[in-house]
């Protein structure tokens, strides 16, 4: 039971690892401009880096740090299939998730320009009557 509950964690912590190059990989998607204006291309391209790349180089380390630390090969033992199921979730969770937050950030900054465009445009509005008092 300790050395399952210690696998358990341990997957949880591999999971945790691959969230960051994902997270990285979705940053540097969204900052260029002719990808966040086509988003099918860029979606397609998260795909094919996060899915199908970036899936194979973590089933290849899991693999690895499996048979190095428990001494455990994952390719004969069942334990795998969980394994792969938890990475796979963790991955799409994290894909999808990300451009309901992009459009929740866009809106407040969209929200942040009004209010700043409202008070140059009220700050403009005092000057011209404070000219036309003058005159």
Known sequence: MKKHGLIFLFSWILM???IVPVAF???RLDSYKFLGQNEIIR????????VLVLGA???RVVYKVYLVVF?????KVIILSGILSWLCSALSWFSSIMPFERKE???TIKKKRVKV???W???KDEQIRAEEKKE
């Open 121 to 123: 445009l009220l700050q």
């Open 57 to 59: 180089v973590a089933l």
């Open 25 to 27: 990989v979705i940053y």
């Open 16 to 18: 945790l690892m691959a």
């Open 117 to 119: 465009m409202q008070k």
């Open 71 to 75: 001494g455990q090969d994952l390719q």
């Open 105 to 107: 950030r866009l809106i």
């Open 43 to 50: 979606y397609l391209i998260q795909f094919a880096l996060l």
